[in-house]
């Protein structure tokens, strides 16, 4: 039994209430549940089918998602994905789960208000070690709530380097939408101030530039080899909390089909000691860069130097793409003076990550954490 407010706000008893994995049978109350939420401009669809939802590989034990609903009186009210994840601290193994698109018609009528907080705590019934990321920012309601329950809710860093400032001053529809910065903006643009930040910034990367060692070959691949398992066994525990970086893994993640996609492994002797991926990507109409041309540093792992070669041999690709603009979100102290040795500012981030408190914990013993646009829901709208 759970507690919903009635009509004329008062708390009233639901009895007639489940949360039940998602099945074919539901389909039609979750197109209606995702109608009532479209007509009051929630963009966001619940999955009407299991056949909608990853699939996982034959050899997993798990399956990779799993969806389930709320109803009420037999009508869905809510839903959620629980996406079963390996995270690694040291040397333990750690069976986790990712919690993705948690909806509730409680966003837009009164009497449910409690429904996001029922399909929390039964993801957390079915699963203590979670992890939620992205979110839209801190103050967005669903990381309000995660830390008023004690979760550890912090921003993923956001970092950016322009690359053509005539496009970006035209299209960063953030800074244009408020007209302080905008003004700001015009004004370094037209004064010639921003054009000679990013001519500064190549002139540095092309006196400094960082080689490829003599003993070291990096190759752009298809595909992310086998080899990187062992790749990921020796260095995991440099990285601290960190999700499952095998093969396996971010081929689910980050599949070969996706035509952003570019991956480039370091190798020595044969074997690899790192790799990236990043993306390159023709945006339309996108909320915060417009029409730009894009390109993202998404993901990778290896030793400190490796770390600073693979992401300036990744940008000098970027670059060579005509990308406008290059952002990346990493939480990785490594990952993050790579970065802004590349030229990267900080800039304000809607990226958010949050743990419960078993995860917290775990991090808070390994010291720090890899968290980037790879986990969680993967680079969707990049």
């Not at 040397?91 to 789960?97: M, R, S």
């Not at 971010?250 to 035509?259: E, F, G, H, T, V």
């Not at 914990?361 to 013993?365: G, I, K, N």
């Given at each position: 039994?759970?507690?919903?407010?009635?009509?004329?706000?008062?708390?009233?008893?639901i009895?007639?209430q489940?949360?039940?994995e998602?099945?074919?049978?539901?389909?039609?109350?979750?197109?209606q549940?995702?109608?009532?939420?479209?007509?009051?401009?929630?963009?966001?669809?619940?999955?009407?089918?299991?056949?909608?939802?990853?699939?996982?590989?034959?050899?997993r034990?798990?399956?990779?998602?799993r969806?389930?609903?709320?109803?009420?009186d037999?009508?869905v009210?809510?839903?959620?994905?629980?996406?079963?994840?390996?995270?690694?601290a040291g040397?333990?193994?750690?069976?986790?789960?990712n919690?993705?698109?948690?909806?509730?018609?409680?966003?837009i009528?009164?009497?449910?208000?409690m429904?996001?907080?029922?399909?929390?705590?039964?993801?957390?019934r079915r699963?203590?070690r979670?992890?939620?990321?992205?979110?839209?920012?801190?103050?967005?309601?669903?990381?309000?709530?995660?830390?008023?329950?004690?979760?550890?809710?912090?921003?993923?860093?956001?970092?950016?380097?322009?690359?053509?400032?005539s496009?970006?001053?035209?299209?960063?529809?953030?800074?244009r939408?408020?007209?302080?910065?905008?003004?700001?903006?015009?004004?370094?643009?037209?004064?010639?101030?921003?054009?000679?930040?990013?001519?500064?910034?190549?002139?540095?990367?092309?006196?400094?530039?960082?080689?490829?060692?003599?003993?070291?070959?990096?190759?752009?691949?298809?595909?992310?080899?086998?080899?990187?398992?062992?790749?990921?066994q020796?260095?995991?525990?440099?990285?601290?909390?960190?999700?499952?970086?095998?093969?396996?893994a971010?081929?689910?993640?980050?599949?070969?089909?996706?035509?952003r996609l570019?991956?480039?492994?370091?190798?020595?002797?044969?074997?690899?000691?790192?790799?990236?991926?990043?993306?390159?990507s023709q945006?339309?109409?996108?909320?915060?860069?417009g029409?730009?041309?894009?390109?993202?540093?998404i993901?990778?792992?290896?030793?400190?130097?490796?770390?600073?070669?693979l992401?300036?041999n990744?940008?000098?690709?970027?670059?060579?793409?005509?990308?406008?603009?290059?952002?990346?979100n990493?939480?990785?102290?490594?990952?993050?003076?790579?970065?802004?040795?590349?030229?990267?500012?900080?800039?304000p981030?809607?990226?958010?990550?949050?743990?419960?408190?078993?995860?917290a914990?775990?991090?808070?013993?390994a010291?720090?954490?890899?968290?980037?646009?790879?986990?969680?829901?993967g680079?969707?709208?990049?």
């Open positions: 039994m759970a507690m919903v407010r009635s009509q004329n706000g008062r708390r009233a008893d009895v007639a489940s949360i039940h998602l099945c074919a049978e539901d389909a039609e109350s979750v197109a549940f995702n109608e009532r939420l479209a007509r009051a401009g929630v963009t966001f669809r619940f999955p009407t089918s299991p056949a909608d939802l990853v699939r996982s590989p034959e050899s034990e798990e399956p990779y998602q969806a389930y609903v709320l109803s009420v037999s009508v009210r809510g839903g959620y994905i629980l996406k079963s994840e390996r995270l690694f040397e333990a193994e750690l069976a986790a789960g919690y993705q698109l948690p909806l509730s018609e409680g966003i009528a009164r009497q449910y208000a429904v996001g907080l029922q399909l929390l705590k039964d993801a957390l699963q203590p979670l992890y939620c990321l992205g979110m839209g920012g801190m103050s967005r309601p669903l990381p309000q709530m995660l830390k008023r329950l004690s979760w550890d809710v912090s921003e993923v860093p956001f970092l950016f380097r322009i690359e053509d400032p496009a970006f001053r035209r299209e960063i529809r953030w800074l939408q408020r007209n302080r910065l905008r003004l700001l903006l015009d004004t370094a643009y037209y004064s010639g101030m921003l054009s000679a930040v990013v001519r500064g910034g190549r002139l540095r990367r092309r006196l400094t530039r960082i080689k490829i060692p003599a003993d070291a070959s990096i190759d752009s691949v298809r595909s992310l080899p086998g080899e990187i398992d062992e790749t990921f020796r260095l995991r525990n440099r990285y601290g909390l960190v999700a499952d970086r095998s093969a396996e971010m081929r689910l993640k980050l599949p070969i089909q996706d035509s570019r991956r480039l492994i370091l190798s020595r002797n044969g074997r690899v000691d790192g790799w990236i991926v990043f993306s390159v945006l339309e109409n996108h909320t915060q860069f029409d730009m041309t894009l390109g993202c540093l993901d990778g792992m290896a030793s400190g130097d490796d770390v600073h070669v992401i300036a990744a940008c000098r690709e970027i670059e060579s793409c005509g990308c406008h603009l290059v952002v990346s990493q939480t990785h102290p490594t990952w993050i003076t790579a970065l802004e040795r590349q030229g990267f500012f900080k800039g981030s809607n990226f958010v990550l949050a743990l419960s408190p078993p995860l914990e775990a991090r808070s013993a010291g720090c954490a890899h968290f980037n646009r790879a986990d969680g829901d680079p969707i709208n990049l």
